[in-house]
Every structure is written in structure tokens, then in C-alpha cells.
């Protein structure tokens, strides 16, 4: 099979449209997941059920009633309908995991592809937080020359002050015919 065609399994918009962030982390929902992987969410769920040795808290945790509603109100086309169990939020490992359970080949080439985003999002954070320390950096040496030039002006205008003092109070030789008394 092509490479480019089994990371082409799900369009990238669509992941990226089913990660949330939630508790300070990246994470993707059960009933999400379950649709890219092409099962039920009931398999996915009961599949992570008999493996709870390989979800810790960090791979994975059920919403809140409260972080539910949010994420609800939200998404305001949202299809989770009246589900009566709340969803599992699955982190970047968790999702790593869940292809260690689900063997189907569209699950492994989809858990891919998920992998995949979530290692560019890292590096887009990283090149942002990268971009943030320059213009920090970039901001501090601005204000240091903001600054200096400050200073410049000041000085440059005490000059200019001194100069017009000494110009108003420096006798001015008048203009015309002297004779040798006014001299």
C-alpha cells in the first residue's frame, strides 16, 4: 500500500476539528474516535474497559458532567445526542494506546494519522513559544534603545535650550554708524 495513501485515510481538517483541549491538554473524544476508527462507540468503549491496566489517568479520563456541558455548548452542531454515559477524553498516549487494542487495519492507519497531527501540533506550539521568547527578547532591546534615544532627545534639547539662553542674553553689537562714545 502507498505511505501517502494510508495517511490520507481521514482528511486532516477533520482530526483536528475532533481535538479539544480539556484540563490543559490535547485530547480527543470516545465517540470521536469510534467514528475514525469505523466502529461503535460501545466496542471502543468496552475494549478500553477490559484493558483499564493501560489507560492511567494521564492516557485517559471520563468528562465531567460540567467539562460535558461545556464542550457541548460549544459545539453547537454536535451529534452526541442523549448519550448516557459521560465520554472518555483520550490524551496523545491514550491514543497511542488504543491501537494496542483496536487491530482492525483502518483503526491502526487512522491511529496513525492521529499520531502524526498531534506530533505537529507540538511543533507548532513549539515554533510559537520559540517566536514568543524572540519577539520578548526583541521587545526588551527596544525599549532599551527606546531608551537611549530618549536620552539623545533630552540632551539634544538642553543643548538647544542652552544655545537660546545664550542667544537672548549675548549682547548684540548694533547695526549701523558707531561712533567711539557707544562702542
Given at each position: 500500500?502507498?505511505?501517502?495513501i ?24 470516545d465517540n ?73 487495519d ?24 520559540e ?21 539623545i ?5 538642553e543643548?538647544?535650550k ?22
Amino acid at each position: 500500500m502507498n505511505n501517502n495513501i494510508s495517511r490520507d485515510i481521514v482528511p486532516e481538517e477533520i482530526i483536528l476539528q475532533k481535538i479539544f483541549y480539556i484540563r490543559e491538554g490535547k485530547v480527543m473524544l470516545d465517540n470521536d474516535l469510534a467514528e475514525l476508527y469505523g466502529v461503535p462507540t460501545k466496542v471502543l468503549k468496552q475494549a478500553v474497559k477490559r484493558n483499564m491496566k493501560r489507560f492511567p489517568k494521564d492516557f485517559m479520563f471520563i468528562l465531567t458532567k460540567e467539562e460535558h456541558s461545556n464542550l457541548r455548548s460549544q459545539n453547537v452542531t454536535s451529534s452526541w445526542g442523549g448519550a448516557r454515559y459521560l465520554p472518555m477524553a483520550f490524551t496523545e498516549q491514550g491514543v497511542s494506546m488504543l491501537s494496542s487494542i483496536l487491530n482492525s487495519d483502518r483503526a491502526i492507519l487512522v491511529n496513525i494519522q492521529i499520531i502524526r497531527i498531534f506530533v505537529k501540533i507540538r511543533a507548532m506550539i513549539q515554533t510559537s513559544q520559540e517566536i514568543i521568547v524572540k519577539l520578548d527578547s526583541l521587545e526588551s532591546k527596544l525599549s532599551e534603545h527606546d531608551q537611549t534615544i530618549t536620552v539623545i532627545f533630552e540632551y539634544l534639547k538642553e543643548l538647544e535650550k542652552e544655545k537660546n539662553e545664550e542667544v537672548v542674553f549675548r549682547k548684540r553689537k548694533r547695526i549701523g554708524f558707531h561712533s567711539n562714545e557707544q562702542q
